[in-house]
T-cell receptor, first 114, second 113 residues
């Protein structure tokens, strides 16, 4: 069964540095998403992306964050000037369409900011 | 009420019994709902979905019930197995272009042998 893959599985970064989290969505999916889950808390929506532009974003997704689809397979989340509170699991998801379709999640990248 | 931090509601059931996990959602305009299962160290895994024009949907060993009057969802798991032990989240699509899902706080299901 096709799946969403994310790399790396664990990223450790010094506070203030930039990180790029990478995702390969399911190949025939057109909508892509990033979510965040702080340890022990619920999954929080960050951003959705379609047709090379952001469709929706949450209050969390401020100027520190950006997303990009640099080629036909990858979807990236860049976090600039990382802060301690950015430490979390970051999940990528994709769906076939944007109209009430299941989102399929990767296994996440654990981001640890030191 | 909403759980914060590590204090997830927990449901413990005997293997073979049926489980019912409940979720209150927030937005009366939400038109699409998903139940996800999350095992330790994994991403949320799709279990079953339901649209707001339905009140019940069945899958393999799972049933989702939707009560729009009181904004309540439930997930029923028949003949619960050890492999069902996980955290279960409901998610509602609060609308907007691009499917903005809001996740519930989650319920930890523990299956006792």
């Amino acid at each position: 069964e096709p799946e969403v893959t994310q790399t790396p599985s664990h990223q450790v970064t010094q506070m203030g540095q930039e990180v790029i989290l990478r995702c390969v969505p399911i190949s025939n999916h057109l909508y892509f998403y990033w979510y965040r889950q702080i340890l022990g808390q619920k999954v929080e929506f960050l951003v959705s992306f379609y047709n090379n532009e952001i469709s929706e974003k949450s209050e969390i997704f401020d100027d520190q964050f950006s997303v990009e689809r640099p080629d036909g397979s990858n979807f990236t989340l860049k976090i600039r000037s990382t802060k301690l509170e950015d430490s979390a699991m970051y999940f990528c998801a994709s769906s076939e369409t944007g109209d009430n379709q299941p989102q399929h999640f990767g296994d996440g990248t654990r981001l640890s900011i030191l | 009420g909403e759980s914060v931090g590590l204090h997830l509601p927990t449901l413990s059931v005997q293997e073979g019994d049926n489980s019912i996990i409940n979720c209150a959602y927030s937005n009366s305009a939400s038109d699409y709902f998903i139940w996800y299962k999350q095992e330790s160290g994994k991403g949320p895994q799709f279990i079953i979905d339901i649209r707001s024009n339905m009140d019940k949907r069945q899958g393999q060993r799972v049933t989702v019930l939707l009560n729009k009057t009181v904004k309540h969802l439930s997930l029923q798991i028949a003949a619960t197995q050890p492999g069902d032990s996980a955290v279960y989240f409901c998610a509602e699509n609060i609308g907007g272009y691009g499917q903005n899902f809001v996740f519930g706080p989650g319920t930890r299901l523990s299956v006792l042998p």
